[in-house]
């Protein structure tokens, strides 16, 4: 396990880095540079420990967590937030020091008991509710639906530092703990994926909740997340990405996320491709074979795009299934404020478009038009069609 580090006068970092995992929320996030749980010890006149860790490592970090401190010189935990991420090791934890009390959102308690079957003492809190711990206090915010209805931040005084959970977090599991330590692409690149793929859904409920930390006017020194890195230097320029990425992100860029069964529709997602560059140069395009890519980096690039046409042949009276995956996964993340259309190629009968469509309606996609469909290959003709569908997309984009 990764020394435990020092984070400020009165925290240490006491979490675990997991660098092999792979997958995240069972087989759904693939992760690239593995993650960390981020547990925090703060010693003032009482002490407090702030998160624990998933619960593969739970018996390894409670070792290491001995040899830190006298468990039960522990005065308080904070649970912050109870996916089973954060709390996975609470369960062995409380065995430990059982009469420690917890404190919690009201469904932070709700959480722990129904996951953990855990009996403790039970503090509620709520926003502006304050612990005092010595020379330093402790400031609960709600978070409530960032991501979990649970979840809270914590703000302590005089180190001047936000335990934000998952907020501002990424999975990264890096060497170095603080930001200004780490590779600077890869921790942007995280830091974008975690949001698009995690946070998206939420983000007018983000806007408002920075919007109201802010105007506690709070000096922030560290931002100590959850996962992956603390934001020591510069800690406002996250806060600052996550204004931008709340407010219905794009950059000058078209994804075209396609499947194809005989190369038909891969040759309309290239046509296409050509089309957009005869029109707008300068706009980056990603050409995207569904079966090629993970569903976690298609919907990192659509969420950085202005436009998106996705492309499926018809099979059986339906859509490929890795198009209909990532249909559901653009549902469910509920992109707002890009263009989309659709295409794709048939030989006796055409549905795909159609339903690629439908379910494009359900969502907050501006749908720009009917479609194209090509019938069994490509040709002069049909080539050029696809040509225009792409220059005309990316104009009325
Ligand atoms: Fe990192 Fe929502 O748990």
Not at 234 to 254: F, R
Not at 255 to 263: A, L, N, P
Not at 305 to 334: D, H, Q, W, Y
Not at 365 to 370: K, M, R
Request: aromatic share 10%; with cysteine; charged share 25%.
């Amino acid at each position: 396990m990764k020394k435990f580090v020092d984070v400020s006068k009165h925290v240490k970092w006491v979490g675990v880095v997991d660098q092999d995992i792979k997958t995240f929320h069972g087989e759904e996030l693939e992760l690239s540079n593995g993650t960390s749980y981020n547990s925090y010890l703060i010693r003032d006149e009482k002490i407090v420990l702030v998160d624990t860790v998933i619960q593969k490592y739970s018996r390894e970090w409670l070792q290491e967590l001995k040899e830190e401190i006298d468990l039960d010189t522990i005065d308080y935990i904070v649970m912050n937030h109870n996916e089973p991420d954060h709390s996975g090791a609470l369960k062995d934890l409380m065995k430990e020091i059982p009469n420690t009390p917890i404190y919690c959102t009201a469904k932070g308690k709700e959480i722990i008991q129904a996951y953990h079957s855990i009996d403790a003492e039970f503090r509620i809190v709520k926003t502006g509710d304050t612990l005092e711990l010595g020379e330093t206090n402790l400031t609960f915010v709600e978070m409530k639906m960032l991501h979990w209805p649970d979840s809270m931040a914590s703000y302590l005084s005089q180190d001047n530092i936000l335990f934000s959970n998952d907020a501002f977090g990424q999975h990264y599991g890096a060497n170095a703990l603080f930001n200004d330590e780490c590779d600077q692409e890869i921790l942007w690149d995280e830091s974008l994926k975690y949001y698009a793929c995690i946070l998206t859904p939420f983000s007018a409920m983000i806007k408002r909740k920075i919007d109201e930390i802010l105007s506690f006017n709070l000096t922030i020194d560290q931002i100590c997340t959850s996962h992956g890195v603390i934001w020591r230097k510069n800690p406002l320029e996250i806060v600052t990405k996550y204004m931008e990425w709340c407010q219905d992100y794009k950059e000058d860029q078209v994804t075209i996320v396609y499947d194809t069964m005989w190369e038909t529709t891969r040759k309309m997602a290239e046509s296409m491709a050509d089309g957009i560059r005869s029109k707008s140069p300068s706009t980056h395009i990603m050409l995207m074979n569904a079966c090629k890519y993970s569903e976690t980096e298609i919907l990192t690039e659509i969420f950085k795009s202005k436009g998106v046409l996705f492309g499926s042949p018809t099979i059986n009276n339906r859509i490929l299934p890795s198009m209909a995956a990532v249909l559901e996964g653009v549902k469910g993340i509920n992109f707002k404020g890009k263009s989309v259309g659709s295409f794709g190629s048939y030989g006796w009968n055409c549905r795909s478009v159609g339903i690629i469509n439908d379910l494009l309606n359900t969502t907050a996609l501006t749908v720009v038009n009917d479609g194209l469909k090509v019938n069994w290959n490509l040709n002069k003709d049909s080539k050029e069609i696809c040509f225009e569908y792409g220059a005309d997309f990316v104009e009325q984009i």
